[in-house]
């Protein structure tokens, strides 16, 4: 059974940093391209990053480039979202989220259940 | 401000077939496979759709996907109550280098 199970959520105040994570297990993490999905509150869905299957292409939404970071680490199935100069309009219910294995984000099949990130003073 | 619109809601009775439409552009839709995922508010959202018309497993044939130009449709027959959720179109952006999801559709069961 395919799961993805995220922590690293919480409260954090504007400028500041937060790195989520996403374990992956059932399937094999090393074959597919991995995302971060966003939904601030009562709003639609917004993809934030997508990392490939050996890291060679990562992108970002314009709304978080040079502010987030994408990486993984086959070795221990998880991938992770390292969010500086954090703002407000960042809180969001983030999710993990499973692509295929392609050079860009595709579909995604399988979700994270979701870790809420509130950046407030 | 998502390129992809879709219709903010959409309601029809139980029984009833009711189609979504996901209007986009030659960079998104027109040149690249589209998904759609199903959001039970509170919840994660769920794959019901991928490759334009293609159903994952599990998911019954009362759901279908269709693409013409740079559009695609979803369609939903034999409406149930349990069919109520937020519908999101979703395709990569050629040009953007972005992955886009449409506005997302409200759909209610009368």
């Known amino acids: 059974e395919v799961q993805l199970v995220q922590s690293g959520g919480g409260p954090v105040k504007p400028g500041g940093s937060l790195r989520l994570s996403c374990s992956a297990s059932g399937f094999t993490f090393y074959n597919y391209g991995m995302n971060w999905v966003r939904q601030a509150p009562g709003k639609g869905l917004e993809w934030v990053s997508f990392i490939s299957s050996s890291s060679t292409y990562k992108y970002y939404a314009d709304s978080v480039r040079g502010r987030f970071t994408i990486s993984r680490d086959n070795a221990k199935h998880s991938i992770f979202l390292q969010m500086n100069s954090l703002r407000a309009e960042d809180t969001a219910v983030y999710y993990c989220?499973?692509?295929?294995?392609?050079?860009?984000?595709?579909?995604?099949?399988?979700w994270g259940q979701g870790t809420l990130v509130t950046v407030s003073s | 401000q998502s390129v992809l619109t879709q219709p903010p809601s959409v309601s029809a009775a139980p029984g009833q077939r009711i189609t979504i439409c996901c209007s986009g552009?030659?960079?998104?839709?027109?040149?690249?496979?589209v998904s759609w995922y199903r959001q039970v508010p509170g919840t994660a959202p769920k794959l019901l759709i991928y490759?334009?018309?293609r159903r994952p497993s599990g998911i019954p044939d009362r759901f279908s996907g269709s693409k013409s130009g740079t559009s695609a449709t979803l369609g939903i027959t034999g409406l149930q109550t349990g069919d109520e959720a937020d519908y999101y179109c979703?395709?990569?952006?050629?040009?953007?280098?972005?992955?886009?999801f449409g506005t997302g559709t409200k759909v209610t069961v009368l």
């Open positions: 552009s030659s960079s998104n839709v027109g040149s690249n496979y």
């Open positions: 979703g395709t990569w952006d050629s040009t953007l280098s972005a992955f886009v």
């Open positions: 989220a499973r692509g295929d294995d392609n050079s860009f984000p595709d579909t995604f099949d399988y």
């Open positions: 490759e334009n018309d």
